[in-house]
């Protein structure tokens, strides 16, 4: 697995709250990573990526996992 550099890298606080608050509040809180919006049920890569946050949500926009990097 990759070695990320120091910061945040997960947010279990976040569950429940809406996914573009989660959004930003992850970016503020890590500068060096983008979080992005996925629906629950999406494929996606399964590569390991340091600088992405994958903030899942359910059919009602509502942070449903906890968003970590990867």
Partial sequence: MATCPDG????????GVHGEAAAAIIERENLNVKAGIVKEGTLV??????????????S???????????
């Fill in 8 to 15: 945040k890298s997960s947010w279990p606080e976040l569950v």
């Fill in 45 to 58: 890569t399964t590569d390991f990526r340091c600088d992405r946050v994958r903030v899942w949500v359910d």
């Fill in 60 to 70: 009602y926009g509502i942070v449903s996992m906890v968003p970590k990097i990867g």
